[in-house]
């Protein structure tokens, strides 16, 4: 009886390790997607404000605004304050320097091959198809975590906020229509995954799982929206 007791105590201690092991894994994988989500988006902010004729100041900013401007929404929303860009500086730091090795890029204007133009520009597709799966997912446990957890609309919502917030601020200091409306399926992505990593997490419980298909069905419905080239009807009304 002590024998099967403590082989009982024994697995029940593996058990254990193994899942603190996986989000341990979990966590460090989507900490590292988050920082390429990051640099996608200061750059993407950074293109746009170099297209606008901004200076070394406004580059910074649009950058600074795409990459931490959902999260910062997010933390306002949930009433988490400072907001996050604030306590982990690192988010800031990453971002500047980003924008700013994409400044003396452009500053200089070194030409790119054409062979690499295709090569760059899948690559910052899926630099930035994984930043919006990984802010979109963060954004949604931040609300669990701030403990809306029984509010499926509400962390739902902070998810969605997170991955397209940054990029419709962006396109509002750059005078634009913000492209989330306008191109290709972005948001719609976003709020797919959004909506399968709550429904999952409140009818499993499972952080790992809920993360894992969410992240999942966002990277996918992107990678299908570029090869298929869809894109949401729309209506031309002739003045």
């Not at 520009?121 to 930043?131: A, H, I, N, S, Y």
């Not at 429904?199 to 419905?221: E, K, M, P, Q």
Request: proline share 3%; with cysteine; aromatic share 12%.
């Amino acid at each position: 009886m002590v024998y099967n007791t403590l082989k009982k105590d024994y697995h029940s201690e593996c058990l254990r390790i193994c899942r603190k092991q996986v989000i341990y894994m979990s966590t460090t994988i989507m900490s590292i997607i988050e920082n390429v989500g990051l640099i996608a988006f200061a750059i993407s902010g950074a293109v746009v404000a170099a297209r606008k004729d901004m200076d070394i100041f406004g580059i910074n900013l649009l950058a600074l605004v795409t990459a931490t401007g959902g999260g910062l929404i997010r933390d306002l929303i949930i009433d988490r304050t400072p907001p996050m860009m604030f306590v982990t500086p690192s988010y800031t730091i990453i971002t500047l320097i980003t924008a700013n090795i994409a400044f003396l890029v452009m500053y200089f204007k070194r030409p790119m091959p054409k062979g690499i133009t295709p090569i760059y520009d899948r690559l910052l597709f899926w630099l930035d198809t994984f930043g919006l799966a990984a802010f979109t997912v963060d954004g949604i446990f931040a609300g669990i975590d701030a403990g809306y957890g029984n509010n499926l609309f509400l962390i739902a919502f902070v998810g969605i906020v997170t991955g397209i917030g940054g990029g419709i601020v962006r396109d509002i200091f750059a005078d634009k229509i913000p492209a989330v409306l306008i191109k290709h399926v972005y948001a719609i992505a976003c709020i797919a995954g959004s909506i399968v990593t709550v429904f999952l997490w409140r009818f499993t419980g499972n952080d790992v799982l809920s993360t894992v298909a969410g992240f999942v069905t966002i990277v996918l419905l992107r990678f299908l929206a570029m090869h298929f080239e869809w894109n949401l009807p729309t209506v031309h009304l002739q003045e």
